[in-house]
């Protein structure tokens, strides 16, 4: 079984900075793409950033130039830096790990429970 934990969320004004952590816990082959995807309140989940196990990273227009996604490490650990916040990136950060089973070599979707970011203005 595949953990997924996220951490690091918080009440910010806006200006400031915040790192959220996610860490891949249990089980598998390999990990293939981590990414952190959002959901603001009555809109759909979208996607912020992703790292490949290749660490090639994409980030969603939004937030070019203001959030940081690591590679993934040793430990399974990527780190999202945000910076110059703002109120729209007030949301509930979901870490999520494209991971292939050891068992069956299948690739599966793994989602953490989500942190909370909000952004005063």
């Known amino acids: 079984q595949v953990q997924v934990v996220e951490s690091g969320g918080g009440l910010v004004q806006a200006g400031g900075s915040l790192r959220l952590s996610c860490v891949a816990s249990g089980t598998f082959f390999s990990i293939n793409v981590m990414a952190w995807y959002r959901q603001a309140p009555g809109k759909q989940r979208e996607l912020v950033a992703s790292v490949t196990s290749a660490d090639s990273t994409n980030y969603v227009g939004a937030v070019k130039g203001r959030f940081t996604f690591s590679t993934i490490n040793t430990k399974n650990t990527v780190y999202l830096q945000m910076n110059g916040l703002k109120p729209e990136d007030t949301a509930v950060y979901y870490c999520?790990?494209?991971?292939?089973?050891?068992?069956?070599?299948?690739?599966?979707?793994?989602w953490g429970q989500g942190t909370q970011v909000t952004v005063s203005s």
């Open positions: 999520n790990a494209m991971v292939r089973s050891t068992a069956t070599r299948t690739v599966y979707s793994y």
